[in-house]
């Protein structure tokens, strides 16, 4: 599988990554072992995880101030990927270094540039709002999915499966399966807005409710590729307008922000965070939106892997589309594909760092 | 791996799949995946475990009266293939169907076939006695066994082998491998009627005779491809005829009714019973028969797993004949392998029900 | 890959294969399945560990006398590979025989030989101290590598990493990493003579000593392929001596003796041990070794086998040569190659035993 190599991923939490010790990372990003640490400023570094010498781990390895030690046979590596010692030499060559990629933290997480470091361009990284946010009380957690991100990537494209695969925890009923898709494709990504209008709320927290109520709601969400996902999600007592904005009450205001990131072809890390404004927050809010997403995304989880081992074991079945669920997800996979074959064309022999 | 496609293939016993609401139950059947599920008549349904959409798998879908639906983008599916329902869609093209193999129940055994439906002659089950016959006290059982079906297979059509794999459990001492078999190719099998005379009784029941006892047991064995292997059992007290039926006491009136059924390359899904009739039961009895053959069956499986590891690491090895245990598998693979070569030949692109 | 096939291998401690009724050891040695037992006399015997027959495991068989009965279709085969009984048939072919490898014991470790057993002369073993050596006392020891032997004994072949991997329990400072090595080439291996002088002793026995302890330390290895690694290794209290023996003072006089086998491409099996002799010991002493080299092997087996995963992963991954740490290693694989390429060359179709 061919990934995209000029392209921010992201490599976790920044909490992940301490002062400690032990604090060595050791991530899998598109297909290549990569390590992470801190130097004493803060600033996380992001290693090619194999020493050029023998390709021991240099996760296996040891900080001392700002640089990492292989603990095979010793090579010292700074944080600009230069070797400043092999034990019992006297001289190190300057062709001997190691892969440094560009690193930077955004929105509480780690962004890894995977390509050539002359394109590294952090406003390339699309917004999300991160546990740090001061407006919002927002749970950072995580999962990991054995399947291809192309499948994690289609599926957070369309909103339909929310009625199904869903229904029992953040869906919203047989509404959203009926919403009519707009997308507005973006240079790196699509934009969707949706309203689901004079539904009841999502099954994980309707007990909070009498039984009643209904509600609109609306889904701004922003995926950009490889992949962020992003949504302005905001929930109003069901109103009377039939189209824009709802003329109801605003009962709840949040952000939910998520990175998936492919490991190799078939893997994906999956960093993803929900939280709610603090003037529509109340105790114990935002500690059960984390539940009901945690939950939700087992279920996309176990459908995902269960349908990429099938995809796997069939590889000459032809999939049939259904029209409204694979609008979104066919026109991500084209902008991926454009991306991909656009690097492909432009590819210089590019000067590796290393 | 090829598999015989127009066969009848045993999917469990048929208190595995129930009414509840989770008895949505998954098998490998030849290197399908199939679903398996009963409508309220209780007629059972086995259809392909892949939503045609996006190879979702059936399997983790919702029961809707006699339907299935898929859980991930809602699709329905009735229990003839035919898609009923596109959430979000209007239409449902007549293109837009799953697979469905024919299942029947018989013997209490479910079975699917897995070729061209016209051909899906429930007269070319064999019989078998079922844990529902009222004449016999019936145990089912089953085991995982990770080696060929064609091993298994060739571990079924020879009977040399209780004297040693089975000497602790289920065998008879070393009679058992002198014994020349007599062999009847049946169209899709062979038949083989062993008698064993003047011998001890095998070693699990030996507790419950005198140490002089000795007896004659008569296999009356039928092997049917793909595979079921059904033996009436007989045990007599020693008597003093040296051929045909025995003229000593009948002991035991037992039925042992096994079906292998291949789930890849590489394991087999093994559904068995052994069962007594009422007139030689007696209380315990059934449940040491069923101790004793699932004692056996781990031997089996030991050995086959062994086996299988050992020819797949050395492809080129040629192994060597000797003689009476080779007789029974080698006729029972000429058969297999008449059987798929006449269909490989006869086959016509058959019109696919999905 | 390919494995020397005329060279002894280790299939264990002595102690391993008993006259238990159970104790037939299954090993895997240079990529074969090997079948290992005692016959009466004491004698241990080698056998392909599948039956000619069907391939079942011979190591699921039973011990008679001195002969191994497979326990699938109960062929008999005796010690010299001829196979003495069929169950059923009255004459056994003479070509119907198993191969068996010379195998011989030697300093407490069992030597199988791989290729043309006209060839095995048990003078190409090299030399070890074992457990039964009245002079020294040693516990044997045993650890699984899943990685190749080539990387286990480019490893073995190199001390500078005790500085590095070792650091916390083996390792003597720094010291180690800067001696130049001189390496003696032997028509099998390697000979290695370090001293280390005036260095803090290791880690794991640094309590026992006030802090300002220094010692010379003496690392006499013979490395042999496929592999051993013998080293006489010698602490004194720090002399005056710069060069040659030390003037200190014979404080720990001791022999580790290692033999990594390799099972497959990608695992060995390392059976080592070390030993001090009972004019330095004192209590608790030879526990403490094993201890110590435990501890050392476990940082060995977890640093190899991230290697590996790397090496695995990136075929075309190009490794950058670093002077000191390398010149071991590569003599080793040096003259494992020219083996090889030697046995290649001359080899002749070999006469099978079996």
Avoid at 135 to 149: E, G, L, Q
Avoid at 263 to 278: K, L
Avoid at 346 to 354: D, G, K, L
Wanted: aromatic share 10%; glycine share 8%; proline share 6%.
């Amino acid at each position: 599988m061919e990934f995209l190599k000029n392209a921010w991923y992201c490599a976790g939490w920044d909490y992940q990554i301490s002062q400690g010790k032990e604090s060595i990372v050791a991530r899998k990003i598109a297909g290549k072992r990569v390590v992470l640490y801190r130097k004493r400023n803060g600033e996380v570094v992001a290693m090619e995880d194999q020493c050029p010498h023998r390709q021991a781990a240099m996760s296996m390895g040891r900080k001392e101030g700002d640089a990492l030690r292989c603990m095979y046979h010793g090579l010292k590596f700074e944080a600009d990927g230069r070797c400043s010692e092999i034990p019992g030499a006297k001289d190190v060559p300057d062709s001997l270094c190691i892969r440094v990629y560009p690193a930077v933290e955004k929105d509480n997480w780690i962004w890894v540039w995977m390509g050539d470091p002359a394109k590294a361009d952090p406003a390339l990284i699309s917004a999300g709002v991160g546990p740090g946010d001061p407006d919002y009380i927002t749970k950072p957690s995580y999962v990991r999915v054995n399947a291809s991100y192309l499948l994690e990537n289609a599926n957070l494209a369309d909103l339909s499966h929310l009625s199904f695969t869903h229904e029992g925890t953040i869906g919203m009923g047989r509404a959203t399966a009926q919403i009519v898709p707009t997308h507005r494709v973006l240079p790196r990504g699509i934009k969707t807005d949706y309203w689901t209008r004079n539904v009841p709320p999502p099954k994980f927290v309707r007990h909070l409710f009498e039984p009643e109520f209904r509600c609109d709601a609306n889904f701004d969400i922003t995926q950009t590729y490889p992949c962020t996902w992003v949504m302005h999600f905001r929930v109003f007592t069901a109103g009377t307008a039939t189209e824009g904005e709802s003329d109801g009450q605003l009962v709840m205001d949040s952000w939910t922000s998520q990175a998936v990131t492919p490991r190799d072809d078939r893997s994906v890390d999956y960093y993803y965070s929900w939280g709610v404004s603090r003037e529509t927050d109340f105790p114990g809010m935002a500690d059960m939106l984390k539940e009901g997403i945690d939950a939700a995304f087992l279920e996309d989880k176990r459908v995902l892997e269960g349908q990429q081992i099938r995809i796997d074991e069939n590889p000459n079945f032809r999939q049939m589309g259904i029209g409204i669920a694979d609008a979104g997800p066919a026109r991500m996979l084209r902008v991926i594909d454009q991306l991909i074959r656009a690097e492909r064309e432009s590819e210089q022999p590019v000067a590796r760092i290393a």
